[in-house]
């Protein structure tokens, strides 16, 4: 949440752009990640792909990082150092790339014929209205925008996706999903971390919840993030605290555009080490 003067120490996007625009402004900046202030990822444990990820707020592009891809096949790992897969990796530096991601959002016109209530001019007319339609629909809309850029990538390049990551490791099985994961959990360790996330589409989520997994990854600390922007047929485990950062600079803004709204906010993405990540394919159709 947001401060402003006159609306309390808690205002949100919504409210804070409803206000400006009853005092004639047409854009407001904020120095805030406007995907994180859905207001009801405060009340309910839905995590996006942003959740599994760590956050860095950085001042502006480019940002430089440490970047260790491995040299070579990945093999299993020994039982000395030598022998695991991470003492090949090969360190350098990298920089990564900031941009925009945004939504555009038709805005509701007056009702048509007499008007019971006072909306003569339609959503701008009703500011209480406004707030709740930024808050709770234009936002969750960015968030959408938000899983699929971290995981397919941006269209200007900037963020390669989590899922066309070079070096990021793949694995199919003909086990069932339950075993699948817990496989594949294994292998994303052999690199040396620790399995803390899965990526997965609502049909394989509420799969998960019907066999009794989800409680179970989550004694083991890992998070599952649902996402209508994962395939089906696939999902995305991996060390996500480890492997990539999510990069905040602040820059944000909501903006009127005729009869349209637009929510926009800068974000990059570190990927530090790709083969802390992997896809698994499981079932009958990919042994």
């Not at 949100?12 to 407001?28: N, Q």
């Not at 995907?35 to 990822?41: V, Y």
């Not at 003909?174 to 496989?183: I, K, N, R």
């Not at 990526?199 to 009794?212: C, Q, S, T």
Request: proline letters at 9%.
């Amino acid at each position: 949440m947001l401060t402003t003067p006159g609306l309390g120490t808690e205002a949100t996007p919504g409210e804070l752009f409803s206000s400006a625009v009853a005092e004639g402004a047409t854009s407001v900046p904020f120095r805030s990640h406007l995907p994180a202030a859905f207001p009801l990822f405060a009340t309910r444990p839905r995590y996006t792909v942003r959740h599994l990820l760590r956050t860095a707020d950085v001042a502006d592009e480019p940002y430089t990082f440490v970047y260790e891809p491995p040299a070579g096949e990945l093999g299993a790992a020994g039982t000395s150092y030598a022998a695991t897969p991470e003492a090949a990796f090969a360190p350098r530096l990298a920089q990564a790339r900031l941009t925009d991601l945004s939504v555009t959002m038709p805005l509701p016109g007056p009702l048509p014929g007499p008007l019971p209530g006072p909306l003569p001019g339609g959503l701008l007319d009703n500011p209480a209205l406004l707030a709740h339609y930024i808050d709770f629909r234009v936002l969750v809309r960015l968030s959408v925008v938000e899983n699929e850029s971290l995981l397919h990538g941006t269209a200007d390049g900037a963020i390669t996706g989590l899922l066309a990551q070079p070096g990021i490791r793949h694995t199919s099985t003909d086990q069932s999903l339950e075993e699948a994961v817990t496989g594949a959990a294994a292998l994303v360790e052999e690199t040396g971390g620790s399995c803390d996330g899965i990526v997965a589409h609502p049909a394989v989520y509420w799969e998960l919840v019907r066999l009794g997994a989800l409680s179970r990854l989550a004694t083991a600390g890992i998070k599952v993030s649902r996402t209508r922007m994962m395939p089906r047929d696939r999902l995305l485990l991996g060390d996500f605290s480890a492997a990539a950062t999510l990069l905040i600079p602040g820059v944000a803004d909501i903006t009127l555009d005729g009869a349209m709204v637009r929510a926009t906010t800068r974000v990059g993405l570190a990927v530090r080490l790709p083969q802390h990540l992997m896809t698994l394919s499981w079932g009958s159709d990919h042994g």
